[in-house]
């Protein structure tokens, strides 16, 4: 790790200042060749130097290219990146509450509630209290939120709870490795690069994986040809972390634009996303050559059952976590998820 920062830093890849102007090196969750990535680069890159009349501007990194995505905030800590643009849930290994607010399997029913859970529902402070926990004074937390309901990409047919029976699915660590595995599926930890290779080679069934437009421009319907569309479990929560430093370096209004820059980038994926996946799945079903499943409700009731028995189960394992899980409570119940 010490090396890899040392020869990351040497490049300047850093946050670097020149005549006023800041660049924000900032690596993501998704790969290069998903949607997801290049709508951000070709879409909200130029527009963040507009915003600030160049006093701010934006370099997105694909997943895994400078840092393991697990390694971002020592990298953001170090001046290697200026923040990260990364899924919260990749850090559960520092502690189970990432799992809770990183993702609440099946807890939600659109991205649009999470959205409104980290923007005004305390969210965004949730996650800013467990870095000040586990990283104190390192990391500010700009925003969150999850920009689509994942499908779940399957070369076995998965039309119900029963058929996850003994499925080898790709799934991160913590929370949604404990709710598949509850399900009777065979969770396995890898990074999003391998699933192509491990759906091709068998060395997996099925892979929780990203948005049904970023699978198939990634190729995994290629290899998996019966997705779960819409999907029945995770809705990754994205955090807009940058160096606690470099943030109080910034102006009020540069502070002030970077958050509303981050909401409106986020809204506008999140649409842009929900449309892209619709039309995707028009035209593979139309083509015959992709077997496109959706849940019937009771199926997606029992597996929310199971989801909440494993969210009970982690919020158990520390009292962040315990405090993550009722944040999640307390909204839900305000919007009627609960009663």
């Known amino acids: 790790m010490k090396k890899t920062l040392i020869a990351a830093a040497a490049l300047s890849l850093a946050a670097t200042s020149v005549n ?3 660049v924000l090196k900032l690596q993501t969750s998704a790969q290069s060749g998903a949607f997801e ?11 963040l130097a507009a915003m600030t009349g160049d006093e701010l501007t934006v370099e997105f990194f694909p997943i ?3 840092v393991d995505r697990k390694e971002t905030p020592e990298a953001v800590m170090a001046g290697v990146l200026s923040g ?13 509450a990432f799992a809770i607010l990183g993702d609440l399997i099946a807890g939600y029913d659109s991205p649009e509630q999470i959205q409104t859970f980290c923007r005004h529902g305390g969210g965004r402070e949730a996650v800013q209290e467990l870095w000040d926990a586990v990283l104190p004074d390192a990391i500010h937390v700009v925003g969150c939120g999850a920009v689509s309901k994942e499908a779940l990409v399957a070369k076995v047919e998965i039309n119900g709870v029963a058929d996850l029976e003994g499925v080898k699915i790709r799934s991160p660590s913590g929370l949604a490795a404990s709710v598949f595995q509850k399900a009777g599926a ?6 999003l690069s391998d699933v192509f290779t491990s759906l091709e080679k068998s060395v997996i069934d099925a892979a929780d994986a990203s948005a049904y437009i970023n699978n198939s421009t990634s190729g995994f319907h290629q290899v998996a040809a019966n997705p779960l569309y819409p999907g029945i479990h995770s809705m990754a929560v994205r955090q807009f ?10 102006t009020d209004d540069q502070q002030l634009v970077l958050e509303t820059w981050f909401y409106a980038a986020y809204d506008d994926l999140r ?16 083509s015959g050559e992709i077997n496109v499943i959706n849940w019937p409700q009771a199926e997606r009731d029992k597996f929310r059952a199971i989801a909440s ?22 909204f839900m119940k305000k919007i009627g998820l609960l009663n």
């Open 241 to 250: 972390a940058l160096n606690k430093d470099l943030w109080e370096s910034l």
């Open 271 to 286: 649409r842009q996303l929900d449309l892209q996946d619709k039309q995707q799945v028009q035209k593979d079903i139309a």
């Open 309 to 330: 028995e494993a969210w009970e189960e982690t919020a158990a394992k520390s009292p962040e976590a315990r405090k993550a899980l009722d944040a999640h409570y307390d």
């Open 20 to 22: 006023a102007e800041t």
């Open 186 to 191: 065979a969770p396995v930890s890898m990074s």
């Open 64 to 66: 895994n290219s400078i």
């Open 37 to 47: 990535y290049k709508y951000l680069e070709e879409n909200w890159s130029d527009r």
């Open 84 to 96: 990260d643009l990364n899924s919260i849930a990749y850090f559960t290994g520092r502690n189970p």
